[in-house]
């Protein structure tokens, strides 16, 4: 049999072979559906906390139940994949941006954590004392750098970034990536800048970062922490309430107005007239619109916080709209930021999965397939419940006091402006966008397989020799662990990853010093279906000019599309202003 007549049969029986070894492929989910089901596509209970069986400590026999903590998970296959490209591309855009890694423990000093989180304090993993020394593991990545600041006076300017796990005792809602470990990725400037300067940049670096990834429409929401002081004391709010009210307002963007009024009122003690009062205001929100709007408000205005608060919003969005990040964000006063670092500029970013299911449109959505959770219970997964959404995608702001706190020098008491962004709930608006189908195993650019007829040895020497000059020559490839490996397997094996190309060895074709380079998915009838022949000599070569026509190819592709967006974006904006 010819080696094109064996390709072409070992191609069909490699799709029958994946065909039965393989689930069928499921279309890629609507966020709506993801939100209801949890993240890991297995249902044994060793990859989901969520999905495990009660605590045993053991059975008859001593088998302990296997299983991972609650509000954890492993991590694993494809899941990997879309997050490592999560990371790739936030680092990409920090390192554009001069930012320098830095590293600090996963576990603190209970007193470097202690009076700096506000009402989640109660959220702090502690640890026991196992040496003398009272411990908790890091609740954020802020307070660790603030504390390195302090211990190191001759660090006076840092653009630094820091990606790493946290901890937090919350409620779990695992298929939104509310998590009790996950991870953070931070970009902070510290040093004595003139003003918005650093906070401008913050918030480009934030555009830059979420319009690589696929999580769709997204809003900057943004306040002023000296806004919201003036706001409140010219409502009428007790200096020792501040923050506590602060907090209560911070949980407008989950909570209905009547239930945070009741917050104020009946849990913090706030005198009704005055809840009304601020109830007039962190209902407002817009743009520059807004801005003048507050200006003119001399009863505000008036208010030193306030107005100091007002100068810097506008200051910054001067700058904001030369770095073309204005049609981003949204001025908004109900956003307080619980935590009790913050002195300045405050934001956070959410998408339309950021808020509960229940309250998108007004209306309740439909009953979810399982029972919600206890809210009461604060060890139970919340994923089914609808009063719970994604939450914010990343939140920073300004908070120039906090180094101020450990240092020992006023040299060491530096400014400091930043960003996190919760890489496991922009995982799972991700993963809801992507068919899975379409998403690689590995990064494998070549496979290089053998066939032969009868007494085929299997070129097992001869397959490794090739995988190691297009190693050395740095492409991707990899080969069957097998001595006399089956045509079809290999073809399989390739295609179930979705490698782009295979590099085929024939008996007689290695005779003549030759090899077929075979792009893989070609439709049936198309001139190098079956592959062509190359020189070994020339595989490197003829190898790189194919990837890099392909991605030139895809960039094309992918260059049109946009091109065909934004064409019937205008023709619908046409249509608008027709109609207006």
């Not at 939100?35 to 890991?40: H, I, K, M, N, T």
């Not at 954890?72 to 855009?93: C, H, L, P, Q, S």
């Not at 400037?189 to 970062?209: C, K, N, Q, S």
């Not at 008036?302 to 969005?317: M, Q, S, T, Y």
Request: hydrophobic share 40%; net charge neutral.
């Amino acid at each position: 049999m010819s080696l094109c007549r064996r390709l072409r049969h070992a191609h069909a029986h490699a799709h029958a072979l994946i065909r039965t070894t393989l689930p069928r492929p499921l279309p890629p989910p609507s966020l709506a559906l993801l939100l209801r089901r949890p993240l890991s596509t297995t249902t044994t209970p060793v990859t989901h906390a969520a999905m495990a069986p009660k605590d045993k400590k053991a059975d008859k026999k001593g088998n302990i139940n296997l299983k991972v903590p609650k509000g954890t998970k492993d991590w694993e296959g494809k899941d990997m994949v879309i997050r490592d490209k999560i990371f790739a591309n936030i680092t990409a855009v920090f390192k554009r941006h001069g930012a320098v890694t830095i590293d600090t423990p996963v576990f603190e000093l209970r007193d470097v954590l202690t009076g700096k989180y506000g009402e989640d304090s109660k959220l702090i993993y502690n640890l026991e004392d196992q040496g003398g020394e009272i411990c908790s593991l890091r609740y954020d990545l802020t307070v660790p750098f603030a504390r390195w600041l302090a211990m190191n006076p001759q660090v006076q300017s840092i653009k630094r970034y820091h990606i790493a796990k946290v901890y937090r005792r919350d409620q779990p809602a695992m298929s939104k990536g509310r998590m009790r470990e996950f991870y953070q990725c931070d970009f902070d400037i510290a040093g004595v800048y003139d003003p918005m300067l650093p906070d401008a940049e913050i918030l480009r670096i934030t555009t830059e970062i979420l319009d690589s990834l696929d999580i769709g429409a997204y809003t900057i929401k943004l306040n002023h922490r000296q806004i919201l002081d003036g706001l409140f004391a010219v409502c009428g709010v007790p200096a020792d309430k501040i923050r506590a009210i602060s907090s209560a307002v911070d949980k407008l963007d989950k909570s209905p107005w009547t239930e945070v009024r009741r917050e104020m009122t009946e849990e913090k003690g706030l005198d009704p007239e005055i809840a009304d009062k601020i109830g007039q205001y962190v209902v407002k929100k817009g743009g520059a619109e807004l801005l003048a709007e507050l200006q003119a408000t001399p009863e505000l205005a008036e208010n030193p916080a306030f107005a100091a608060g007002l100068k810097d919003v506008a200051l910054l969005f001067e700058y904001l709209e030369i770095f073309n990040v204005m049609p981003k964000l949204s001025f908004d006063l109900s956003l307080a930021r619980g935590l009790d670092y913050y002195t300045g500029i405050i934001y956070e970013v959410v998408t339309e999965a950021s808020a509960p299911p229940a309250t998108k449109g007004g209306k309740p959505s439909r009953k979810p397939k399982a029972p919600a959770a206890d809210p009461a219970d604060p060890d139970a997964d919340r994923s089914n419940d609808d009063s719970i959404g994604v939450g914010s995608i990343a939140a920073g702001g300004r908070y120039d006091e906090l180094v101020g706190m450990f240092a020992n020098s006023a040299k060491a008491r530096l400014p400091c402006v930043g960003i996190s962004f919760g890489v496991d709930r922009i995982f799972s608006i991700s993963k809801a966008r992507q068919n899975a189908a379409a998403i690689r195993g590995n990064e494998v650019d070549v496979y290089v397989m053998a066939f032969g007829g009868k007494g085929f040895t299997g070129l097992v020497k001869e397959r490794m020799q090739i995988c190691r000059q297009l190693w050395d020559a740095g492409i991707k490839a990899e080969f069957a662990y097998k001595v006399r490996p089956k045509l079809p397997a290999q073809f399989a094996a390739a295609e179930r990853n979705g490698v782009p190309y295979a590099v085929v060895l024939g008996e007689e074709e290695m005779e003549r010093g030759l090899v077929k380079v075979k792009e893989m998915g070609l439709p049936e009838g198309h001139a190098e279906k079956n592959g062509v022949d190359v020189e070994i000599g020339e595989l490197v070569t003829e190898v790189r000019r194919r990837m890099r026509e392909k991605e030139e190819r895809e960039a094309q592709g992918t260059q049109g599309k946009l091109v065909e967006a934004v064409e019937k974006l205008e023709v619908a904006e046409k249509v608008e202003g027709a109609e207006k």
